[in-house]
């Protein structure tokens, strides 16, 4: 018998950025790595975080209601999960990507209706000047939050590929567009007889050897830079792009794979992967909520379906190709050139 209806998930979603601001604030305020020290009062909180008095006990209580925090005798303290997940001192965080979302994604997503009417993206780009990268490159702090938060969203991802994708048939590799380089150090610490190159723009060389040699493969994974406007892409047996082809618009798509296909031997990989959407385009939301962040953030970034990266893998020689999930709404689109 169908239920009656109600407009709980309208209103669920429409109002979606109220827990999402409340957690984005308790981020940016540090509470979680506050209180990986231990639990704390509300005073005693209210104190360390500077929180004026109207706010702060409603502020704590509904993260305890949802599900972010516990409190035990008027003492708050991290659930599991936070305690684990949004503690800065610790190498599971993965808050990185939340205070980019803070810092920068909250405010630009107001401008979606606008950026639909005028297919403009509305972050610093808006008001003319250089690309996305630049801008945000231009600022030493705004550069390490921008590579922490792609490490912070491709960390699971990172280590699916390197334990899924059949690296035992292949001895070198190379990761385009590597950021902070966690899936060139995933893929060497899964796969000790590996050799790999991280290939970056070159202000972020520094942020690369430092978090692999801080991983311990330093000896293994290597660091290009460059731009792949500019030359071909490293030679390797395997090529990966994450989160690279969604940047740009389909002329862009097209040619990064033909310098993939370039660069790799005959029997070589293409891997792309991403928040692949699903061919019939009515189920993964995120990914298709991500090509939404392209419109805000880039010129002409959009995300794709498995069946489009294929088809593109394929128009530029690659001989066989296939879509496999990894974790969450991320999948991988991998070419095979022909031997
Ligand atoms: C959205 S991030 C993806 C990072 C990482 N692959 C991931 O999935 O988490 C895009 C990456 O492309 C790099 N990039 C942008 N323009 C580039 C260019 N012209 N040549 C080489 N790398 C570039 C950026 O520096 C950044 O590391």
Redesign the pocket.
């Known amino acids: 018998m169908n239920s009656e209806p109600t407009p709980d998930r309208i209103l669920q979603t429409g109002l979606g950025f109220w827990p999402s601001k409340t957690l984005l604030s308790a981020i940016e305020l540090g509470l979680f790595t506050e209180l990986a020290r231990g639990a704390r009062s509300l005073g005693e909180l209210q104190a360390l975080l500077g929180l004026h008095d109207r706010g702060a006990r409603d502020f704590f209580d509904t993260l305890v209601a949802l599900g972010f925090l516990e409190r035990k005798d008027g003492h708050y303290a991290n659930t599991v999960e936070t305690g684990l997940f949004l503690d800065r001192a610790k190498p599971s965080y993965i808050g990185g990507i939340l205070e980019m979302a803070n810092s920068r994604l909250y405010g630009f997503w107001g401008g979606l209706t606008e950026a639909l009417e005028t297919g403009l993206p509305q972050n610093e780009v808006k008001s003319g000047g250089p690309g996305l990268?630049e801008t945000i490159?231009s600022d030493p702090a705004r550069l390490e939050g921008f590579?922490a938060a792609?490490?912070g969203?491709?960390h699971g991802s990172n280590i699916a590929i390197a334990r899924q994708f059949p690296f035992a048939d292949y001895a070198t590799f190379a990761?385009?567009?590597?950021?902070q380089g966690?899936?060139a150090a995933q893929i060497a610490l899964a796969n000790p007889h590996l050799r790999g190159v991280g290939?970056?723009?070159p202000e972020?060389g520094p942020i690369f050897e430092e978090y692999v040699a801080g991983v311990g493969v330093a000896g293994r994974v290597e660091f290009v830079s460059?731009?792949?406007?500019?030359r071909e892409l490293p030679k390797a047996d395997v090529i990966l792009?994450?989160?690279?082809l969604h940047?740009w618009d389909l002329p862009v798509k097209k040619m990064l794979i033909e310098k993939a296909y370039a660069a790799v031997p005959a029997g070589g990989a293409l891997v792309v992967?991403e928040s692949i959407i699903d061919d019939d385009r009515s189920k993964n939301a995120f990914g298709l909520m991500m090509s939404l962040n392209m419109l805000i953030e880039t010129p002409g970034g959009f995300d794709f379906t498995g069946a489009d990266c294929e088809g593109w893998m394929k128009a530029a020689g690659f001989q066989s190709t296939r879509v496999e999930h990894l974790v969450g709404p991320d999948s991988m689109v991998i070419g095979i050139k022909a031997t």
């Open positions: 990268f490159y590579l792609m490490t969203i491709s990761d385009v567009g590597t950021a966690d899936l290939f970056d723009l972020v460059g731009s792949f406007f500019d792009m994450g989160h690279i940047d992967y």
